[in-house]
């Protein structure tokens, strides 16, 4: 009977993750979520203090060799020479203030851009959006940074928005796009779906008359349903396929 080592078990593990890692930008790239210039990251599943994004590539074309380690701060581990997305520190801020959350996308989901520059709550109306969580924040560089490129490019923008977020699993940035943070990658792709879903259906509801959202109670009990073990892998199969896996 052959023996496993440490060293070979760690690597398989590692080995999983940036597989998975790899579905998850081709899943969100193939449901709309994530377009050229979005992404996703996973921690580190054997170190807490690093996390594997990939380099600044559009996200439907993202291969396992794309895939870089980096520090909370944002810095490569290695000498790798390609360049990286220039807000990997939404990614390495949240992972800091964050130590339950295991996995952050950005996008910037067409239905969902509109509540970032309007009173309008994005609050889930459905139970599959519900994992969204009761609240979705907006964040506004303005009120801290002033006019700038808008992009989260520094440590500083990332710590700020990683406040507004809380404790919660979405925040909007306004007039940029949304972040959506959770437990693992197919959580986060699960949520970052709904958030979508949920903005396009509240838009479509709102030209039939008032909106009558979940109740928070509802929205508790169902989205620790669907974030179990059994709904997220039954998801996770679906997109897998659509997305021209298997067997993953």
């Not at 892998?233 to 679906?238: C, L, T």
Request: with cysteine; net charge negative.
């Amino acid at each position: 009977m052959v023996s496993v080592t440490q060293t070979e078990r760690d690597r398989d593990i590692i080995h999983a993750t940036l597989t998975q890692l790899v579905v998850a930008n081709r899943i969100l790239a193939r449901e709309g979520i994530i377009d050229n210039f979005g992404h996703v990251s996973v921690r580190h599943p054997l170190r807490d203090d690093r996390y594997f994004l990939s380099r600044s590539r559009s996200p439907e074309i993202v291969s396992r060799d794309d895939i870089m380690e980096f520090t909370l701060d944002g810095e490569k581990v290695s000498d790798d020479p390609r360049s990286p997305y220039a807000e990997r520190h939404i990614h390495g801020a949240i992972y800091k203030d964050r130590p339950d959350v295991n996995a952050v996308a950005h996008h910037h989901a067409r239905p969902v851009l509109p509540f970032t520059m309007v009173n309008q709550p994005l609050k889930p109306i459905f139970h599959m959006a519900s994992v969204i969580g009761t609240n979705v924040p907006v964040w506004d560089s303005q009120d801290e940074f002033g006019d700038t490129n808008m992009l989260v490019d520094s440590m500083e923008m990332g710590h700020s928005l990683a406040r507004a977020l809380g404790g919660g699993r979405a925040a909007l940035l306004r007039g940029h796009g949304a972040i959506c943070v959770a437990q693992d990658l197919r959580a986060v792709v699960m949520i970052s779906i709904g958030l979508r879903d949920n903005a396009a259906l509240i838009q479509s509801t709102l030209a039939l008359g008032p909106v009558k959202y979940l109740s928070d109670g509802e929205i508790e009990k169902t989205s620790a349903m669907l974030l179990g073990e059994m709904p997220l892998r039954r998801a996770w199969d679906y997109w897998v396929a659509r997305a021209g896996y298997s067997g993953l």
